[in-house]
């Protein structure tokens, strides 16, 4: 068990509205199929069921689910997995698309994701801090007319989250991994990218970003903005352990623990 304790220094903003300490769990990247070749991805589904399982013991207010659902979003097994390992959460929970819920983000795309999963990002508060979950893919892919759309959203709901106590935007591709001047690569945002929307939560107050998408787990920080990346619930790379962020939610910070949940 990897353990990360981050206190948030400086001044807090009046919450939005009372604020109570509670706990969420961070998961990303079921993508049930990845790595694969078990029958009926079984493998896949034991993982899932692992880290559903462990969710429901620690008991946590809520689960958001940082993208990478399924491996192919036409394979009808895979989705069938996830959806019924879903509904096993006891939990409440909100997920947003990963780059493999698209396969290359078009607009026809989208709405077929939005007509499967309901909606393709979020914004809701809970015991006086921010939720905000958006789509990272149209970023990657460059496609300017929805990102603009979900800029303009987006700046909207940082706007509302002035005052709670914390403000957590949840995405799937991380903004950086460790620091501001890594290399630009398929697991990050292009430095341009990186210095806008880090500016963005910067101007807006954003206290922490939690990602996925690489399978395996990072810290960073930059600006006073707290970056964590999770590793997956399926299948890991690198040094990457299967598992999730278990994050309490206290009055001097956020208590973050990655916990490996295969079986």
């Not at 409440?92 to 780059?99: D, L, Q, S």
């Not at 994701?113 to 460059?142: T, W």
């Not at 619930?233 to 916990?259: E, M, Q, R, S």
């Amino acid at each position: 068990m990897r353990q990360l304790i981050i206190c948030l220094a400086g001044v807090l903003a009046l919450s939005c509205t009372s604020f109570e300490p509670f706990t969420f769990i961070q998961m990303s990247d079921t993508q049930i199929g990845f790595i694969d070749k078990s029958a009926g991805y079984i493998h896949s589904d034991s993982l899932m069921k692992a880290a559903v399982m462990a969710a429901n013991a620690a008991g946590p207010d809520l689960v958001v689910i940082t993208g990478d659902l399924v491996d192919n979003p036409s394979n009808p097994r895979q989705d069938s997995i996830y959806r019924t390992r879903l509904m096993e959460l006891e939990a409440p929970y909100y997920h947003i698309p990963g780059n493999h819920d698209y396969l290359g983000f078009t607009r026809e795309k989208q709405q077929e994701y939005i007509a499967r999963r309901g909606y393709d990002r979020f914004s809701f508060k809970h015991k006086g801090c921010a939720f905000i979950g958006m789509d990272s893919n149209c970023i990657k892919d460059v496609v300017e007319d929805a990102e603009k759309e979900q800029l303009a959203w987006l700046q909207k709901e940082l706007e509302s989250a002035r005052g709670c106590k914390y403000t957590l935007v949840f995405l799937h591709c991380p903004v950086i991994r460790e620091s501001m001047d890594e290399p630009e690569d398929y697991f990050n945002f292009s430095v341009e990218k990186r210095r806008e929307y880090i500016g963005l939560f910067k101007q807006y107050g954003v206290d922490a970003v939690f990602a996925g998408h690489c399978h395996q787990e990072y810290f960073g920080e930059h600006d006073g903005i707290l970056f964590f990346t999770a590793g997956p619930v399926g299948n890991a790379l690198g040094h990457g352990t299967p598992g999730y962020n278990f994050v309490n939610v206290g009055k001097d910070g956020l208590d973050v623990t990655y916990i490996p949940s295969a079986l």
